[in-house]
């Protein structure tokens, strides 16, 4: 029999206790899987990002990523880098910069850890279709709300790029349009952290949202145009 202040809790309180419980997984699973390897969670995380960077990092862009400080991310790159997993180099571009590579076997150690808990796969992949496309667009929404925020760091998502046309073939299976790939994008083809995102100008991305949310083309208003869907396809946004 539910309590009366258990039956007051509002939906956001609900979720909120759902999304704390899910948390607790994941930190669980993420310290048992990189600790069986050897690694602290930090250490993963960022074998993690350096394998998802288009271009080479460094210590600063790593703190930045995972929103820690940069002397705790120092301190776990150099734990890496005795390790022989990441090697760090001066870059090409700013003799005054260090960036940071994964070595052959800091590349295999990051596909292990880049993996996600098979337990919290097996449980998204037990809801509807439907449902999952409608959890992934409501926690695009909340990462975008945190991200205007300044809770979190800025996510490579679609909503925010410079290649995204969202709803350009409203009430299709397909209803957005990746610029990058030139190709028709379903909302359970939206991608949160995609390595090829370049982000829109800051005056668009409301404009890019709204569009999102309330389902109308872009048509001639600011970035893009109404376009056939095409059938090239340069690179899979699902299979990354
Ligand atoms: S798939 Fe990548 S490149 Fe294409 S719109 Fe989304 S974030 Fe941009």
């Known amino acids: 029999m539910p309590t009366q202040a258990s039956t007051n809790l509002s939906v956001s309180d609900r979720i909120l206790a759902g999304l704390s419980k899910l948390s607790l997984v994941m930190r669980h699973e993420s310290w048992r899987a990189a600790g069986q390897r050897g690694l602290t969670p930090t250490q993963a995380q960022i074998l993690s990002i350096l394998a998802g960077s288009a271009n080479p990092i460094g210590p600063k862009e790593v703190a930045r990523q995972m929103a820690i400080t940069l002397g705790t991310a ?12 990441v090697r760090k180099a001066t870059s090409e571009t700013d003799g005054r910069a260090v960036v940071l590579s994964l070595t052959k076997p800091g590349v295999r150690e990051a596909a292990t850890a880049s993996a996600w808990p098979a337990s919290m796969v097996e449980a998204i992949d037990a809801l509807p279709e439907s449902e999952r496309t409608g959890l992934l667009r409501g926690l695009i929404g ?99």
């Open 74 to 85: 120092s301190e776990a790159i150099s734990s890496l880098v005795s390790k022989g997993l």
């Open 142 to 240: 909340m990462i975008r709300t945190l991200q205007e925020q300044g809770a979190v760091p800025t996510a490579r998502m679609c909503v925010g790029c410079t290649y995204f046309r969202p709803n350009e073939y409203p009430d299709t299976p397909k209803p957005h349009h990746c610029l990058l790939i030139d190709a028709p994008i379903a909302n359970s083809d939206l991608r949160i952290d995609c390595p090829e995102m370049e982000p829109a100008a800051e005056e668009v991305r409301p404009k890019l949202w709204s569009v999102f949310v309330n389902g109308q083309p872009l048509d001639n208003q600011g970035p893009g145009h109404r376009r056939s869907p095409s059938k090239s396809r340069r690179f899979n946004p699902v299979s990354k």
